[in-house]
C-alpha cells in the first residue's frame, strides 16, 4: 500500500514539477557560474555601455537591428516577441526561445550574463543535460556586434524597463569590484 501510493507520488511529482525543478537549477547554477567565474565587460576589453543615450555608440557605425534581424529575430522575433508559450518545454526538453521584449526576462539579468549566453550559448550556463537550443556567436559575432545586437534589444525597452536593466547591471558590477 505504501509502496503504491510512493510510486504514484514519485510519478505525479516528477512529471509535474521536473520542469520547474530543472528551470530554478539552471538558474541558481547558471547565476552562480556567471557572476563568480565569468568576466565583467570592462575586464573582457569591452565597453560597458548602459544609458540610454550610448545604445549603438560602442558599435562604431554596426548596425545592431540589422544584427538582431539577421541572427536573432528568426528565433526571438522580428519583433522581439520570441516563441509561443516560452515558458513550456517542448518535447525534446529544451525551452522555446524567450521575448526580448519587456514582457520577457532578458532585462532582468545583467550585460554580463546576457553578453556571456549569446556569446557562449544557452549551454554555457545550462546545468549538466539540460537542453538548450541558444547558440554560441563566437566566431560568428565579434564582441562589438554582440553588444551591438544587445543594445539594439534594449533599444526597444521603455525608459523604465530600461533603468531598471541598468540598475541590475550597475550592481552586478559594483559586486564584482568587491
Known amino acids: 500500500m505504501i509502496f503504491n501510493f510512493w510510486a504514484s507520488f514519485q510519478r505525479k511529482f516528477i512529471s509535474r514539477y521536473k520542469v520547474l525543478l530543472l528551470a530554478v537549477t539552471t538558474i541558481i547554477a547558471g547565476s552562480y557560474f556567471i557572476f563568480h567565474d565569468s568576466k565583467p565587460f570592462h575586464q573582457q576589453g569591452i565597453a560597458n555601455t548602459n544609458s540610454a543615450s550610448d545604445i549603438n555608440s ?41 521575448p526580448h521584449n519587456q514582457d520577457g526576462h532578458t532585462w532582468h539579468h545583467p550585460d554580463r550574463l546576457l553578453f556571456h549566453i549569446t556569446k557562449f550559448g544557452g549551454t554555457s550556463i545550462a546545468p549538466k543535460g539540460f537542453n538548450s537550443n541558444m547558440p554560441a556567436f563566437e566566431g560568428v559575432l565579434s564582441d562589438k556586434e554582440i553588444i551591438a545586437a544587445l543594445e539594439f534589444i534594449k533599444s526597444k525597452w521603455p525608459n523604465e524597463i530600461r533603468q531598471r536593466q541598468k540598475n541590475i547591471t550597475d550592481k552586478d558590477t559594483a559586486a564584482l569590484s568587491q
Do not use: F, M
Open 58 to 98: 560602442v558599435s562604431n557605425g554596426i548596425s545592431g537591428e540589422s544584427l538582431y534581424l539577421q541572427n536573432c529575430a528568426s528565433c526571438h522575433g522580428i519583433t522581439l516577441e520570441g516563441e509561443a508559450n516560452w515558458r513550456s518545454p517542448k518535447e525534446d526538453g529544451s525551452l522555446p526561445a524567450p
